[in-house]
């Protein structure tokens, strides 16, 4: 199989870490975990938890991750799997070398995402922070540059059928499905991020994507604007979203 790089973007609380677990588990794929966290971190000056671990264990010059992550894949692999956030690729980032990567998305309805977020963090203030705005404009430039509408996977059609979704993603990718996708083994890995802790600790209890349950929507009033600002970008992607083979 011919090499292939996908990079993966979506905004916080996607279920993306679970995603990045279903590709870890196949046996032709390596993964890496939000390569341009410390670069955000370090340009925009904002505050997250475990801010100096996590400028400390990666590059902070985009330059050198991009490098990395477009060129040899790690261990021999076929498949370099790439989580992102969307908002990490800055502005100031050259947008150039997405097309030596197949650009995928991972959406989630706005409420459900406030739902989880400002549990975890409550200084959410902007609709930059989660995401909506940069992802609508990576996926505009995909489809200016491609002509083509790039794979857009919903996290509740992935809950609801996983099996189905995965193999419409590979399908799109270019890669051969494998079971193997479908379940993994509990616990953390040596290829997540620092930020682990005090991110990951439901999908490190996780064997699975376990069964679809009916989201719970909890959003404080002060960041219910937050949630309908972000509602325009999620539709424009929601309304290309891949279905089940």
């Known amino acids: 199989m011919t090499p292939i790089r996908i990079a993966m973007w979506s905004g916080p609380r996607h279920i993306s870490t679970a995603m990045m677990r279903s590709f870890e588990n196949r046996d032709d794929t390596v993964v890496v975990d939000e390569p341009l966290y410390a670069h955000y971190l370090v340009k925009t000056g904002i505050d997250h938890p475990g801010r100096d671990k996590i400028i400390a264990s ?5 330059q050198t991750v991009v490098e990395a992550i477009t060129g040899p894949i790690p261990n021999s692999k076929a498949v370099y799997y790439q989580k992102h956030m969307t908002h990490h690729l800055l502005p100031g980032i050259d947008r150039e070398w997405l097309a030596k990567v197949t650009n995928c998305f991972l ?3 706005p409420d459900e995402v406030l739902s989880s977020y400002w549990k975890k963090r409550a200084a959410v203030d902007s609709v930059d922070d989660l995401g909506y705005p940069q992802q609508a404009e990576i996926y505009q430039f995909v489809v200016d540059r491609t002509g083509e509408v790039p794979p857009i996977i919903e996290s509740n059609d992935l809950l609801m059928d996983p099996s189905g979704m995965l193999r419409a993603l590979c399908n799109r990718a270019g890669i051969p499905f494998q079971e193997s996708m479908l379940s993994w083994p509990a616990g953390t890995r040596t290829s997540d991020g620092v930020w682990a802790e005090y991110w990951y600790d439901a999908v490190v209890r996780s064997t699975g994507f376990g069964p679809y349950r009916e989201p719970v929507v909890d959003i404080p009033g ?5 949630a309908e600002k972000s509602r325009p970008y999620f539709d424009l992607l929601y309304e290309n979203r891949l ?3």
């Open 107 to 109: 959406i989630r309805d």
């Open 222 to 226: 002060h960041l219910r604007p937050l």
């Open 58 to 62: 990666q590059p902070t010059d985009w």
């Open 243 to 245: 279905t089940a083979d």
